[in-house]
């Protein structure tokens, strides 16, 4: 069974911290993407990186910064916390290769709240 | 560029009856489409994607959408929902170039009441 993890379901976090999410898959899959779901404005492409160490800005790349050191994880890294990123961040991978074309596997999200 | 709308944010409805969830998008080139459904406090899991043939597309749990390219549309149905059917629903669009990525509408709550 396909698998994508995020490292906290509930995350507190102070104003100013440095906050790492976590995202592992077990699918070998080439793509992954950093999401953040807000009421009312669905999901938002942060960042995605299609090959181990690239990377590329999503919509709202803004106060963040991604990591990909090995193909089955992406980390998003909160330089410095701030109260407008208080959201559920989900993480998503997928296959380069067609045949399940563009379809994305969901882990079951980090709800952040920066105090 | 594209985007999808959503128009419904919330649509209740009783047990056992039709629904029927809809969504647009704009795009100038040929499109993937996708719906994909979220649970209370998990992550999306999809509910169906049109990649081409058919317009018709049958996806798990007795949904399916149309395609209608004319009317760039791709409305979600079921002729009877359950209670369990209650949930988050977010149409997708991806083009068929570049990196494969998603753009999402705002998302239709479903609220089935018995």
């Known amino acids: 069974d396909v698998k994508v993890t995020q490292s906290s379901r509930y995350l507190v976090k102070r104003t100013g911290e440095k906050v790492f999410l976590e995202c592992v898959q077990d699918?070998?899959?080439?793509?992954m993407f950093w999401y953040r779901q807000d009421p009312g404005l669905g999901l938002r492409l942060i960042y995605f990186s299609y090959d181990v160490k690239m990377k590329e800005k999503g919509d709202i790349p803004e106060g963040y910064s991604v990591s990909r050191e090995k193909k089955e994880r992406f980390s998003l890294i909160l330089e410095s916390a701030s109260t407008n990123q208080t959201s559920m961040y989900l993480c998503a991978s997928s296959p380069r290769a067609s045949g399940r074309a563009r379809e994305q596997f969901f882990g079951p999200g980090t709800r952040l709240t920066v105090l | 560029a594209q985007s999808v709308t959503q128009l419904d944010s919330q649509v209740p409805v009783f047990e056992e009856a039709p629904v029927e969830l809809r969504c647009n998008y704009s795009?100038?080139?040929?499109?993937?489409l996708f719906w994909y459904v979220q649970y209370p406090n998990q992550g999306l899991q999809l509910l169906l994607k049109y990649l081409s043939g058919s317009t018709l597309v049958k996806g798990i749990n007795g949904f399916e959408a149309e395609f209608n390219k004319s009317q760039t549309s791709f409305h979600l149905r079921k002729p009877s929902v359950h209670i369990s059917d209650t949930a988050e629903y977010f149409c997708?669009?991806?083009?068929?170039?570049?990196?494969?990525?998603?753009?999402f509408g705002t998302g239709t709550r479903l609220l089935v009441s018995p």
């Open positions: 699918m070998d899959h080439e793509n």
């Open positions: 795009s100038s080139v040929s499109v993937y």
């Open positions: 997708a669009v991806s083009d068929n170039t570049g990196f494969q990525k998603l753009v």
